[in-house]
C-alpha cells in the first residue's frame, strides 16, 4: 500500500523560500495525478499544485502560480514543491496526494485516495 510522507515545512518571514518535499514509498497502483493540496482551520482542503502523469500536463492555482513549481524526481520516488517569495496567505498545513482515478483540473480532493500526514508551513509579515 502507497505511503506518503512530507517533510520541509518550517516558519518563514514573508519573501522567504522553502521546499517541501514527498517520499513516496510501497506504489502498487497507476497514480493518475499527483497533487499538493492546503488547508486552513474553517477552508475547504484546496488543490496548489498538481501534475496528470499521463500527459506531463501541470496546474497551479492562481494564487501561487509563478511562485510555486512542483517537480519529480522518479529516481528517488519522491515529489517536491518549491515555493519562493512566500507570503503570509500561504500558510497552511500541506499535504501531498496521489490519485487513484482520473481528475479534472483544478483536482478533485475527492479523486485522492493516499495521503500524507501534512507539514506545517507558517509565513509571517
Known amino acids: 500500500q502507497m505511503k506518503l510522507v512530507e517533510s520541509g515545512g518550517d516558519s518563514v518571514q514573508a519573501g522567504e523560500s522553502l521546499r517541501l518535499s514527498c517520499a513516496v514509498s510501497?506504489?502498487?497502483?497507476?497514480?493518475?495525478?499527483w497533487a499538493w493540496f492546503r488547508e486552513t482551520p474553517g477552508k475547504e482542503r484546496e488543490a496548489v499544485a498538481g501534475?496528470?502523469?499521463?500527459?506531463?500536463?501541470?496546474y497551479y492555482a492562481d494564487s501561487v502560480k509563478d511562485r510555486f513549481t512542483l517537480s519529480v524526481d522518479n529516481a528517488n520516488n519522491s515529489l517536491y514543491l518549491q515555493m519562493n517569495n512566500l507570503k503570509p496567505d500561504d500558510t497552511a498545513m500541506y499535504y501531498c496526494?496521489?490519485?487513484?482515478?482520473?481528475?479534472?483540473?483544478?483536482?478533485?480532493?475527492?479523486?485522492?485516495?493516499?495521503w500524507g500526514q501534512g507539514t506545517q508551513v507558517t509565513v509571517s509579515s
Open positions: 496526494a496521489a490519485a487513484d482515478r482520473p481528475t479534472p483540473r483544478p483536482p478533485n480532493r475527492l479523486d485522492f485516495t493516499t
Open positions: 510501497g506504489s502498487d497502483s497507476f497514480t493518475y495525478c
Open positions: 501534475i496528470y502523469t499521463g500527459n506531463a500536463q501541470t
